[in-house]
């Protein structure tokens, strides 16, 4: 087990209705905002500026309208002057082999993968990636500040800002430099099952966005750099297999849009899952909403199908109403297991197939 405790908000906020964080430095600042009273905020539209005008009482924002500061009031400098303390980083506390292990891949995988020049970072979900959000803090604030990160969900959302990370999304920022993510199960091809935690469909997108130059000198990427594709696999020993199934027999995670889920069940049997279940809630009656508002299905195939991830990859994403499937093909560059014994087996693209032995020093590749 380990422990991980977000800071407790240093403010009294039932009366608070939202807060705007301007997010990014050592200097923040937290400002609140009461919407039931008129604090000068103008509403401010990205497409008509003419619209700009007081907020009052019970007056809802128009689409697509911004809320910008008036500069002129005197509440917004007040709470201006209201210095918020800094949030503290995550603290780890290790207490088992297997968390070692994800530590281990984490670290490992953060060192070699997430260097200076990279800027907009991919933070993944699953109980490996609190410990990839942990050594992007050790970085340090002056390397960080510089840097955006991009969230795959609520998990990694609440990480990023515990951490005072400076957080982004992925609309904002379509491409990003690296990502590190966890993964239920992952092959010798680096073929992933993902979605355990019914976050498959925006890792998807996380992991497709990151590109990344490699820099052919020591100054940084130019033009001519060669471009890799950065989504990274970090897990411990238990997920890598030979082949996918091996483990997980859950099955693979599909995100289907709620009111087609009936349909999509009897079609995932058509195309050969063992028993496909809705996932229901725990401590929750009814079925796991993602937070795309949308059902998971787990689909059990054989592990011979499995033995060709991508034909079920494509059969299962052709049926109507499936938004997302949880399996990864050909997308990671490389795969970080972190081992019972305290060594490393990294698993690349390209065949190659890595171990390092406990305490080995991380070169950069
Ligand atoms: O939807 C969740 C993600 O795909 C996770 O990365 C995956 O389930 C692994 O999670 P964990 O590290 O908690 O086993």
């Known amino acids: 087990m380990f422990s991980f405790r977000l800071p407790s908000l240093p403010f009294n906020l ?15 600042e937290r400002t609140i905002v009461d919407l039931a ?20 009482k019970n007056e809802m924002p128009l689409p697509h309208s911004v809320f910008q500061p008036d500069p002129s009031s005197p509440v917004l400098d007040r ?6 303390p800094e949030l503290n980083p995550p603290t780890l506390v290790v207490t088992t082999e297997i968390e070692a292990s994800k530590q281990q891949a984490a670290w490992a995988a953060v060192d070699r993968h997430i260097l200076p020049h990279h800027i907009v970072i991919g933070i993944g979900s699953g109980s490996t990636v609190p ?14 500040k510089h840097r ?12 990023i800002v515990a951490a005072n990370l400076r957080l982004g999304d992925v609309d904002q920022y379509p491409v990003i430099d690296v990502t590190i993510d966890g993964a239920d199960e992952v092959d ?13 469909l925006r890792e998807k997108v996380l992991a497709e966005a990151a590109d990344t130059f490699v820099p052919t ?27 996918l199934g091996t483990n997980w027999k859950a099955g693979v995670p599909v995100e289907v849009a709620p009111f087609a889920y009936a349909k999509v069940l009897q079609n995932l049997v058509l195309v050969g899952s063992q028993n496909p279940k809705l996932r ?16 998971i299905i787990d689909a059990p195939f054989s592990t011979e199908d499995l033995k060709d991830p991508l034909r079920i990859l494509k059969l299962i994403k052709m049926l109507t109403g499936v938004v997302e499937v949880g399996l990864f093909c050909h997308m990671a560059e490389a795969a970080y297991f972190g081992n019972v014994d305290g060594s490393l087996t990294v698993r690349w693209a390209d065949g190659r197939v890595e171990n390092l032995a406990k305490g080995a020093k991380i070169v950069v590749q």
């Open 131 to 144: 410990y990839v959000v942990e050594r992007i803090v050790a970085q340090g604030a002056d390397v960080n």
């Open 79 to 84: 709470v201006k002057q209201t210095p918020v």
């Open 280 to 295: 229901m809630g725990k401590a929750k009656a009814g079925p796991v909403v993602s937070d795309n508002g949308n059902f």
């Open 188 to 200: 010798r091809d680096l073929n992933a099952i993902k979605g355990g935690g019914a976050c498959h």
């Open 148 to 159: 955006v990160f991009i969230p795959t969900g609520f998990q990694s959302k609440e990480l």
């Open 14 to 28: 039932p009366k608070a209705r939202t807060a705007g964080f301007s997010l990014g430095d050592r200097t923040r």
């Open 37 to 56: 009273n008129p604090l000068g905020f103008r509403l401010g539209s990205t497409s008509n500026t003419a619209s700009s005008h007081s907020l009052r």
């Open 217 to 243: 000198n020591a100054e940084g990427p130019r033009s001519r750099d060669r471009l890799t594709h950065s989504f990274i696999i970090v897990a411990d020993y238990r997920k890598n297999s030979e082949y």
